[in-house]
C-alpha cells in the first residue's frame, strides 16, 4: 500500500530554495479547493495564497474539479454544480487581494454522457461560475485492482470509447467549452480514439496521462517509460490536444517522495523526471504546453516553490518566446484568460 506519511505538509520546510526569475509571471493552470467537509483539512484560498505568494510571480490561476463541495440535495446531474458555486466564492475573494494570485477560470464536472441533460448541467455551471466557467473535467481514470492506489479513480472501464461520452466531448467544443481528461499510461491509446473522435474540442491532457510506478508497475518503470514516448508522441499528432507539464510527484507516480523523511530539492525532482517534460516539449512544442502545479496533491511529494524552480531550471536555455508560452501564454490561450 502507497502510504503518505507526512498529511499536513509541516515536512516541507525542510527544503527551502532562493526563488529563480522571480518576476517572471505565470498561470498556474491547475489546482484543487476543498474544505474540511470533503477532506481531513482545509485548501482554500487562504491555502492556496500561502502557497501561490511563496516566492514566484502567480498572477493567475485555474481550479480544476476535485469532486468538492457538492450539493447535498436536488437533482443528482446537478449537484457538481455546488462545487463551482463554492469556487466561485472563492474566486471573487481572490479578486480583492492586492499583489494576490487571482482565480481566473473554473473546469468544472459533468457526466457527458448524459446527452439530454448535459446542456442543462452547462448552462448551470455558467451561471453558477460568474462567468470564469471555462469547461469540463470527467476523468477517465480506471485501473481494474486499485488496493494500491493512493488516489481511487471513479469512472468506469471504457469511458472514453463510449459513444455518447464522446459525443459529449464533441458537444462542448461546437459550445466553445475545453475538455480535461486525467487517465493512466495504459489508456493513452484509448485517448487518442477519443481525441480522433471530437476533432474541434480543444482536449488537455493531464498530468502526461500518468505513469503508474506502484503496486505492479513498481518495477516496469523503464518499459513504461518506452511505450509512453511512443503514446505521448502519437497523441501530440492530434492538433487539437494540448498537455499539462506536471502532476508527476503524485504518489502513484512511484517516485516515492511522500514518504521520505525530507521532500526533493527541484535538482533531485529533475533528475528523476526531466525526460518526461522534455519529450512532451518535444512532441507538442511550447505553444502547446504549459506548466501546471497539480497543487495541493502533489504537495504530498515537494513543495510549491521547488516545483516551480525546478520548471524555471528545466528550460533555462529555452527562448524567452518559449518561456513565455509555458509559463503564461499557453494557459491564457487555452482557457481564455485575456479579455
Same mark, same amino acid.
Given at each position: 500500500m502507497n502510504k503518505v506519511v507526512h498529511e499536513d505538509h509541516s515536512w516541507l520546510e525542510a527544503v527551502k530554495e532562493e526563488i529563480i526569475d522571480p518576476e517572471r509571471p505565470i498561470i498556474d493552470p491547475h489546482h484543487h479547493l476543498w474544505s474540511r467537509r470533503d477532506r481531513r483539512q482545509d485548501y482554500l484560498l487562504e491555502q492556496l495564497w500561502e502557497d501561490t505568494s511563496s516566492g514566484h510571480n502567480i498572477v493567475k490561476t485555474v481550479f480544476i474539479e476535485c469532486h468538492s463541495n457538492y450539493r447535498k440535495d436536488g437533482p443528482e446531474h446537478l449537484r457538481p454544480v455546488g462545487e463551482t458555486e463554492f469556487v466561485a466564492e472563492q474566486a471573487r475573494a481572490s479578486r480583492v487581494g492586492e499583489g494576490k494570485a487571482e482565480i481566473a477560470g473554473i473546469v468544472a464536472f459533468a457526466d457527458l454522457r448524459d446527452l439530454n441533460r448535459l446542456d442543462e448541467v452547462l448552462e448551470a455551471h455558467q451561471e453558477a461560475a460568474d462567468g470564469l466557467?471555462?469547461?469540463?473535467?470527467?476523468?477517465?481514470?480506471?485501473?481494474?485492482?486499485? *488496493?494500491?492506489?493512493?488516489?481511487?479513480? !471513479?469512472?468506469?472501464?471504457?469511458?472514453?470509447?463510449d459513444r455518447d461520452f464522446q459525443r459529449g466531448v464533441a458537444q462542448l467544443g461546437r459550445l466553445g467549452f475545453s475538455y480535461d481528461t486525467w487517465h493512466y499510461h495504459h489508456?493513452? !491509446? *484509448?485517448?487518442?480514439?477519443?481525441?480522433?473522435?471530437a476533432p474541434d474540442t480543444r482536449i488537455v491532457l493531464d498530468h502526461f496521462g500518468t505513469p503508474l510506478g506502484v503496486g505492479p508497475y513498481a518495477q516496469q518503470r523503464e518499459e513504461i517509460f518506452k511505450q509512453w514516448k511512443e503514446d505521448i508522441a502519437r497523441i501530440a499528432r492530434c492538433e487539437n490536444v494540448v498537455a499539462k507539464l506536471g502532476g508527476l510527484a503524485m504518489p502513484d507516480n512511484g517516485f516515492g517522495w511522500n514518504l521520505r523523511e525530507c521532500p526533493p530539492s527541484s535538482d533531485e525532482f529533475l533528475d528523476a523526471q526531466r525526460r518526461y517534460y522534455l519529450h512532451t516539449i518535444d512532441c507538442f512544442g511550447p505553444e502547446r504546453c504549459r506548466f501546471e502545479s497539480n497543487c495541493p496533491v502533489d504537495k504530498w511529494s515537494l513543495s510549491y516553490h521547488v516545483v516551480w524552480n525546478a520548471f524555471k531550471k528545466l528550460v533555462a536555455d529555452f527562448s524567452e518566446a518559449e518561456k513565455s508560452q509555458l509559463f503564461y501564454g499557453t494557459a491564457a490561450r487555452v482557457y481564455r484568460l485575456e479579455s
Open positions: 466557467f471555462r469547461g469540463i473535467r470527467q476523468a477517465g481514470a480506471f485501473e481494474g485492482e486499485e *488496493d494500491y492506489l493512493f488516489i481511487k479513480p !471513479r469512472q468506469p472501464a471504457g469511458l472514453y470509447l489508456q493513452n !491509446r *484509448d485517448f487518442i480514439k477519443l481525441a480522433q473522435a
